[in-house]
Nanobody, 124 residues
């Protein structure tokens, strides 16, 4: 049973930074790619970022390019999302997800395991 647990969300002001963490248990974490997605109230979910099994390949959604950085620590079974220069439009529930593949995917259907999400609220 794979379990993903996000943490690090909160209420911040525009321009501030936050680091989200995702703890993964239950499977050989180091073999698989992991992604972050977000969903704001009343909107479709957005792809935020993804990272390959060894960290060599990363991809970002256009709205967060240059501001967010995804990383992972396979020894600690952790994935991180460093979010800088936050904007009110970044307000959403952020989800960590894992795929049983080695490629870096950007669609939700490619991910089979999901966390419960962590709320990020950015005030103007």
């Amino acid at each position: 049973q794979v379990q993903l647990v996000e943490s690090g969300g909160g209420l911040v002001q525009a321009g501030d930074s936050l680091r989200l963490s995702c703890a993964v248990s239950g499977r050989t974490f180091s073999r698989y790619s992991v992604g972050w997605f977000r969903q704001a109230p009343g909107k479709d979910g957005d792809f935020v970022a993804a990272i390959s099994w060894n960290g060599d390949v990363t991809r970002y959604g256009d709205p967060v390019k240059g501001r967010f950085t995804i990383s992972r620590d396979n020894a600690e079974r952790m994935v991180y999302l460093q979010m800088n220069s936050l904007k009110p439009e970044d307000t959403a529930v952020y989800y960590c997800a894992m795929t049983l593949g080695s490629s870096v995917y950007v669609t939700t259907s490619d991910y089979g395991y999901w966390g419960q999400g962590t709320q990020v609220t950015v005030s103007s």
